[in-house]
């Protein structure tokens, strides 16, 4: 009687939940002794939305996910999943989550882990076998099923760990550097994936550095640096601006510093890279190069890439 | 109908002895010493006294009675310490290698994960120890047609000496590293028997001082306790009634037991286990993962 009740209390509260972002975190602090993780992180990632998380090693990453399932406990900060506070039991029946550190029993075989997630999840045992049946498919792990985990390779865990994450069609998958041992075919098929998830209306937390793979699958970014958000929104909204790559000879390093009120400059000695300048003032640009004597060989605009953006947000973070 | 996380829990650790051929080790290992022990105490039976008769059944009893409390010592000692080097890497080692990380982030407590492993090694050690005690105490009787005074409770005692080590283990297990749980748990074991030996020493010479030595050892850690209630279960009467005659030299050995463990030590020790495994719970609920 007592279960029926707490489900049904918990089916009526996931219903009130189900406005709610499926991540939300307040000024989240966590601190390791003496080395702070995350410095007061802020962000929300609504439902249905694939959402990078990026940032260079050590930025705090994997820390964040971890305090959000409730395998670490936050120094300070609130956080809520689908509707619920961290550390909450109910929410954690609606999420799928493949670790960075991923590993499963080597004793049991592929559908057997499968099988104790479901259990674990839980979901109904009529609907293991579909369940376990579908994601090895999706994993592409189908004819390995009832092989020993023991014997397969790292690029194979990370798939049955992908499956894992998926079983019983969670509202909100964490993936924690999913790609790390895969080849090039298993990146695609990740790629895939997540797309699937997406259409599905699932939202997933993809924490990467690898920057083309979150360019290609995300809606949105949020990028993370010593344990904060520097820069969050649309990959339209980040990538907004254009670099501009000038070819030039004849100009001397104090020119150069001159031109840098056309914003940040990767200066390769000839190749002069503008980060991030309107298409409008490269006429401009042009003109000041020739009046300070330089000759110019040429002037070719391309879309900024998100490389470009993370390495000048990262940058302007130093300053 | 899904099980609970504990039981399922609980079912993995059985599985992965099971899997890890643990089981088959400790089988075949624990028939070849009942074999081995059935040859030895048959010739008990042909010794015979310098007339050339053969040793009368008092006697023969006796000896036998020594001699089981040697192997039971060796089976108690191999369980115990079996207990504590499987109990030891339980949780640390899961946590270290990210096993525990996919697990915990589904709807589990910590509670249940530290409960579901102390029950599935438990039931191990509890089989184990009715096992490999039913085959050497039919092995002796068929060798000797002696059996123990109490032969129930004296599994019952052995099972819960390996239940000190493994609740021991286990809760070192949700802070130090496996090796280092491990090792602690079996010095502290050792450690816990020869204070039991000083306390049997400070009896005998009748100073107080030593005597509360075993006392506080036996309540800081049961194991030796548990190991003389192991041995007053297997020693006929007539040797209790001899040894009572020494007075208090007599207690000062330590396979002997004058007197069965005390009623407030038994559930002190129960105390002890719920003590222990609310302190393993409580460890593993701030452990960062």
């Known amino acids: 009687m007592a279960q029926v009740a707490e489900e049904e209390t918990a089916a009526v509260s996931s219903e009130a939940a189900a406005g709610s972002p499926a991540v939300k975190t307040v000024d989240l602090h966590k601190r390791f002794g003496g080395t702070v993780a995350l410095a007061g992180l802020t962000m929300t990632v609504p439902r249905g939305e694939v959402f990078g998380f990026l940032g260079p090693n050590g930025a705090g990453k994997t820390t964040a996910v971890k305090l959000l399932l409730g395998l670490l406990t936050p120094t300070s900060g609130e956080g809520w999943l689908l509707g619920r506070r961290i550390g909450d039991l109910g929410a954690r029946r609606r999420i799928g989550y493949l670790p960075e550190l991923f590993r499963y029993q080597s004793w049991l075989s592929a559908a057997e882990v499968l099988a104790l997630h479901c259990e674990l999840a839980p979901l109904p045992r009529a609907s293991w076998k579909d369940e376990i049946r579908n994601v090895l498919e999706t994993v592409g792990l189908t004819e390995r099923a009832g092989d020993k985990v023991g014997t397969f390779s790292k690029g194979m865990q990370q798939r049955l760990g992908l499956g894992a994450a998926l079983l019983g069609e969670p509202e909100l998958v964490f993936l924690d550097e999913p790609t790390s041992a895969l080849d090039p075919v298993g990146r695609h098929d990740v790629r895939e994936i997540i797309r699937g998830l997406a259409a599905r209306g699932t939202a997933v937390f993809l924490n990467s550095h690898l920057l083309s793979e979150v360019e290609q699958v995300c809606d949105r970014v949020a990028v993370v640096d010593h344990g904060r958000v520097i820069a969050e929104g649309s990959m339209d909204e980040l990538l907004g601006g254009t670099a501009v790559r000038v070819r030039a000879t004849g100009l001397a390093q104090a020119d150069k510093n001159k031109l840098l009120s056309f914003g940040r400059i990767d200066d390769e000695g000839d190749q002069l890279t503008f980060a991030s300048l309107d298409p409008e003032r490269v006429p401009d640009l042009v003109a000041q190069i020739v009046a300070m004597g330089g000759r110019v060989y040429e002037v070719a605009p391309r879309h900024q890439t998100l490389e470009d953006r993370f390495l000048q947000l990262l940058e302007d973070e130093e300053k | ?266 559930l002190w020790v129960l105390v002890w286990f719920a003590i222990v495994l609310v302190l393993s719970i409580a460890s593993f609920r701030t452990r960062e993962i």
């Open chain 2, 1 to 266: 109908m899904t099980l609970p996380p504990f039981l399922v829990i609980a079912r993995l650790t059985i599985q992965e002895a099971s899997r890890r051929r643990l089981l088959l080790a400790l089988l075949i290992l624990t028939l070849v010493v009942v074999g081995f022990s059935a040859w030895g105490f048959n010739k008990i039976t042909t010794l015979t006294r310098s007339n050339g008769e053969p040793l009368p059944p008092d006697q023969v009893a006796l000896l036998t009675s020594q001699l089981l409390i040697v192997v039971v010592f060796m089976f108690s000692g191999v369980l115990a310490l079996s207990a504590a080097v499987v109990a030891g890497p339980l949780i640390s080692s899961e946590v270290e290698s990210g096993l525990l990380l996919s697990m915990l982030a589904r709807p589990v407590r910590r509670s249940e994960v530290v409960i579901g492993k102390w029950l599935g090694l438990a039931a191990l050690v509890a089989i184990y120890a009715g096992f490999a005690g039913t085959a050497q105490l039919v092995a002796v009787d068929w060798a000797t047609g002696y059996l123990p005074p109490q032969p129930v409770q004296l599994i019952l005692f052995v099972a819960a000496q390996g239940l000190v080590l493994l609740s021991l283990g286990l809760l070192l297990s949700t802070r130090l590293s496996g090796i280092t749980a491990g090792v602690i748990a079996l010095v502290a074991w050792l450690m816990a028997w020869i204070a039991g030996v000083v306390g049997d020493v400070g009896t005998g010479l009748q100073n107080q001082a030593l005597e509360n030595v075993g006392v506080v050892s036996h309540l800081l850690l049961p194991s030796d306790g548990l190991w003389r209630g192991a041995i007053y279960a297997m020693e006929p009467d007539t040797l209790i009634a001899a040894m009572k005659t020494l007075g208090t030299a007599g207690r000062a050995n330590p396979f002997a037991a004058t007197d069965p463990p005390p009623t407030e030590f038994l």
